[in-house]
């Protein structure tokens, strides 16, 4: 399963929600700031995928290639 992480409803974190929901990619949501600062995560929208963090660039690049 994938985790998009982020802390608010931005425009970028909405643009990869419907992107995934597109690709009928299964996902879970998160916002918790502590863990994601604990994953290093510095900016939202973020996707984690077996353990790797995609920034919101990549994360499109990877939802495009499903």
């Given at each position: 399963?994938?985790?998009?992480?982020?802390?608010?409803?931005?425009?970028?974190?909405?643009?990869?929600?419907?992107?995934?929901?597109?690709?009928?990619?299964?996902?879970?949501?998160?916002?918790?700031?502590?863990?994601?600062?604990?994953?290093?995560?510095?900016?939202?929208?973020?996707?984690?995928?077996d353990?790797?963090i995609?920034?919101?660039?990549?994360?499109?690049?990877?939802?495009?290639?499903?």
């Amino acid at each position: 399963m994938s985790v998009i992480f982020h802390s608010t409803k931005c425009p970028k974190c909405k643009v990869l929600e419907l992107k995934m929901k597109k690709k009928s990619i299964d996902y879970e949501e998160n916002n918790d700031v502590d863990l994601m600062i604990s994953k290093g995560i510095m900016s939202a929208p973020c996707l984690e995928i077996d353990g790797e963090i995609l920034d919101f660039t990549n994360a499109v690049k990877w939802v495009n290639n499903q």
